[in-house]
């Protein structure tokens, strides 16, 4: 199986104005605590690990030559950017409305700071590589899945649809400089395994912390139902096992998941209504 970045496609970032409403509804995502704080979950986690994202795809950003991954690299630190400031902006919300996501945060930044002293560029590049992984088959499934913000406070799923253009625009970014710096299919699945248990944990432990908080937390009709939304039988992830495992293969390259035509609606939707911010 091939697969390669479509030739001339452009990474740009765009600042829209969300303009988040204030206070945010506690849950925006439909009166559905579950919905709402496995979002928030995600939000939580992505100023320190877009940053980490950034840094490790810059740090081997001199020894690339082709011109079109280089602009493509430039492209994609500023989306990251992007996003990393309108999700504090998001977190300061959460914030607002009594969550401790300094404490959340704080493990995070203790991890991220473990694996930049210790794990080599190449293994901190396959980390990113897997994750963002992980955020593009979700963006994929958000953009083509009502049901993932059905009912949603419309900003709000306004700014999770602007994040998922963004994520499919640019998930092929780290893995090109991967390959062209290292290309070990064992490194980047190794990294794979360690990330999904990462990201999986961090982002229970944020829906956790934030149920608990509400006094939701031994609500079992919230677990049932937001169990039965993740992974019943039309749940929102259960589509993505396959893509997922994609990844393990050694001929893996995230454009064999050809969704262009879903890059292509959803820019109707942004560029064509929202100012768009130069790199
Ligand atoms: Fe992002
Ligand atoms: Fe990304």
Same mark, same amino acid.
């Given at each position: 199986?091939?697969?390669?970045?479509?030739?001339?496609?452009?990474?740009?970032?765009?600042?829209?104005?969300?303009?988040?409403?204030?206070?945010?509804?506690?849950?925006?995502?439909?009166?559905?605590?579950?919905k709402?704080?496995?979002?928030?979950?995600?939000?939580?986690?992505?100023?320190?690990?877009?940053?980490?994202?950034?840094?490790?795809?810059?740090?081997? %950003?001199?020894?690339?030559?082709?011109?079109?991954?280089?602009?493509?690299?430039?492209?994609?630190?500023?989306?990251?950017?992007?996003?990393?400031?309108?999700?504090?902006?998001?977190?300061?919300?959460?914030?607002?409305?009594?969550?401790?996501i300094?404490?959340?945060?704080?493990?995070?930044?203790?991890?991220?700071?473990?694996?930049?002293?210790?794990?080599?560029?190449?293994?901190?590049?396959?980390?990113?590589?897997a994750?963002?992984h992980?955020?593009?088959?979700?963006?994929?499934?958000?953009?083509?899945?009502?049901?993932?913000?059905?009912?949603?406070?419309?900003?709000m799923?306004?700014?999770?649809?602007?994040?998922?253009?963004e994520?499919?625009e640019?998930?092929?970014?780290?893995?090109?400089?991967?390959?062209?710096?290292c290309?070990?299919?064992?490194?980047?699945?190794?990294?794979?395994l360690?990330?999904?248990?990462?990201?999986?944990?961090?982002?229970?432990?944020?829906?956790?912390?934030m149920?608990?908080?509400?006094?939701?937390?031994?609500?079992?009709?919230?677990?049932?139902?937001?169990?039965?939304w993740?992974?019943?039988?039309?749940?929102?992830?259960?589509?993505?096992?396959?893509?997922?495992?994609?990844?393990?293969?050694?001929?893996?390259?995230?454009?064999?998941h050809?969704?262009?035509?879903?890059?292509?609606?959803? %820019?109707?939707?942004?560029?064509?209504?929202?100012?768009?911010?130069?790199?």
């Amino acid at each position: 199986m091939t697969g390669t970045t479509p030739k001339g496609l452009e990474i740009r970032p765009r600042r829209p104005e969300f303009g988040l409403p204030q206070p945010m509804p506690r849950h925006w995502h439909g009166g559905d605590a579950f919905k709402s704080h496995f979002f928030d979950a995600m939000s939580v986690l992505f100023p320190d690990g877009e940053r980490f994202f950034i840094d490790s795809v810059r740090h081997f %950003r001199e020894r690339i030559d082709d011109p079109l991954l280089k602009e493509q690299i430039r492209g994609f630190i500023g989306q990251e950017g992007h996003h990393s400031r309108e999700h504090i902006d998001y977190n300061n919300q959460l914030r607002a409305l009594g969550y401790d996501i300094d404490h959340l945060e704080r493990a995070l930044r203790r991890r991220l700071a473990f694996v930049r002293k210790f794990l080599s560029p190449q293994l901190q590049l396959a980390a990113t590589t897997a994750v963002e992984h992980l955020t593009a088959i979700m963006a994929d499934a958000l953009l083509r899945n009502p049901r993932w913000l059905e009912g949603a406070d419309p900003t709000m799923a306004r700014l999770w649809r602007w994040h998922a253009l963004e994520e499919t625009e640019h998930k092929a970014v780290a893995f090109d400089v991967y390959q062209q710096v290292c290309g070990s299919p064992w490194l980047r699945r190794r990294a794979m395994l360690q990330s999904t248990i990462f990201f999986t944990k961090d982002t229970f432990l944020g829906l956790v912390h934030m149920l608990r908080r509400d006094g939701l937390l031994w609500n079992w009709r919230v677990w049932r139902d937001g169990l039965r939304w993740l992974w019943g039988r039309d749940g929102i992830l259960r589509p993505l096992v396959k893509a997922y495992l994609e990844f393990y293969r050694r001929d893996f390259h995230p454009w064999q998941h050809d969704n262009l035509h879903l890059v292509e609606q959803y %820019r109707r939707e942004f560029d064509a209504t929202a100012g768009t911010a130069g790199a």
